[in-house]
């Protein structure tokens, strides 16, 4: 099942201007009834697996628009009883700079929290050679690994 949601899809009344502080609210909405949401230029679709949730980042944007949404993924596999989650970040256009990776990486404490196993997938250029993201996280108690290889991701999150 594929959940999301895209600015234009919000109702004429929630269109303004400055959409931003009702797009929040309406986030907060529709994340009871089960959608996710774009916010700015990154949108975020999310898909039940058998076994898992894939959420997925497509379109350009910037890495701090990802991390509001890890607390919302979170929420989302409580909710769907899932403790595996896979991030596809493969169609999201973001550049990443060192000080950002160690940002988000920092903040994916969330799926610690949740008790979450977390396999991200990821293309090769945005990979760090020394993995400092995942290392980052890892120090921090979160059971993630990045991939460059979906199949490969799938099945470390599955055994």
């Known amino acids: 099942m594929r959940l999301a949601a895209h600015l234009s899809a919000l109702p004429p009344w929630l269109r303004r201007k400055d959409p931003f502080p009702t797009v929040a609210l309406y ?7 089960g959608f996710l949401y774009c916010d700015r230029g ?24 990802a991390w509001p949404q890890f607390e919302l993924i979170a929420e989302n596999c409580k909710r769907t009883k899932n403790d595996k989650l896979l991030i596809d970040a493969t169609r999201a256009e973001v ?7 160690f940002l988000t990486a920092k903040r994916t404490v969330i799926f610690a929290q949740y008790g979450l196993k977390v396999a991200v997938v990821e ?23 990045v991939f460059s290889d979906y199949q490969a991701a799938v099945n470390w999150l599955l055994d």
Do not use: C, H, T, W
């Open 27 to 33: 986030a907060r909405v529709q994340k009871l009834r």
């Open 42 to 65: 990154m949108q975020l679709q999310m898909e039940e697996k058998p076994d898992y949730l894939v959420a997925r980042f497509i379109g350009s944007g910037v890495a701090e628009e």
């Open 95 to 101: 550049k990443v700079s060192l000080v950002e990776r």
């Open 123 to 145: 293309i090769p250029e945005r990979i760090d050679s020394q993995r400092f993201g995942e290392l980052v996280a890892q120090n921090r108690g979160v059971n993630i690994r």
